[in-house]
């Protein structure tokens, strides 16, 4: 199931239950403080966005994918708690196209856009974790990943989706790269890092690339 901005809010794991609780915040604050039928009064715009699970650089390894890749630059088996598990993954330049441009409709449009929105990877874009991993040693040219199940299993969900329908049909935004696309741009960002690049010109040469990928 693919999870619509009007859809229940909640959650039964930490991680979960505090980002339903943030999404609560702000639409509170809106409905009080910010009401968009009382926008030529106040002249506030509010709005929230959910996105995917985003991927890009990460050298300090805090990710879900910088530490698979991490264990599998250092030869290390990936262990994985739930290799079913599905979630909205995509290139951290795709939400933040997303948040860019609903700012600018908040700007330029006000109350219309002053809701929550999703940006994630299209429904049939969606990887487990075990196909990214799979995905990830190929890229990296490792045939055996180890991935297999951990011991214990702590609470969350094992398929996370999200609709960007909204997003896609009101503000004429879609994805660009898909999942082995963004994966690819990591490897290629981590491979760059390690070989002692200028990240700073490296990382302008991928938004270029997507930039133009997006046209």
């Known amino acids: ?34 009401h968009p039928d009382r926008h030529a009064e106040h002249g506030v715009a509010v709005a929230s966005a959910r996105v995917g699970t985003a991927v890009g650089g990460d050298p ?7 530490s698979v890749i991490a264990a599998l630059r250092h030869g290390r088996k990936v ?12 290139h951290v330049l795709e939400p933040l196209g997303g948040c860019l441009l609903l700012a600018e409709r908040l700007v330029r449009h006000g109350p219309r856009y002053a809701s929550a929105w999703n940006f994630g990877p299209n429904d049939g874009d969606i990887w487990s974790a ?23 299993e702590p609470l969350g969900h094992v398929s996370l989706r999200l609709d960007p329908a909204k ?4 503000l004429g935004w879609r994805p660009t790269w898909d999942v082995a696309s963004a994966l ?14 200028d990240m700073r010109v490296f ?13």
């Open 79 to 90: 262990r994985l708690l739930k290799p079913d598990a599905v979630f909205p993954l995509q």
């Open 60 to 66: 300090a390894g805090g990710s879900f994918v910088a």
């Open 167 to 170: 997003a896609r049909t009101e």
């Open 1 to 34: 199931m693919a999870y619509r901005e009007a859809e229940p809010l909640g959650g039964a794991d930490p991680q979960s239950s505090s980002m339903a609780c943030s999404e609560l915040v702000a639409a509170a604050y809106r409905s009080s403080f910010f």
């Open 184 to 197: 690819d741009k990591v490897a290629d960002w981590v491979q760059a890092y390690e070989n002692g690049a």
């Open 130 to 152: 075990a196909d990214v991993v799979r995905h990830l040693a190929a890229r990296f040219g490792i045939v055996d990943a180890g991935a297999a199940d951990a011991p214990e």
């Open 203 to 215: 990382a302008i040469r991928q938004i270029r690339q997507y930039l133009r990928d997006s046209k």
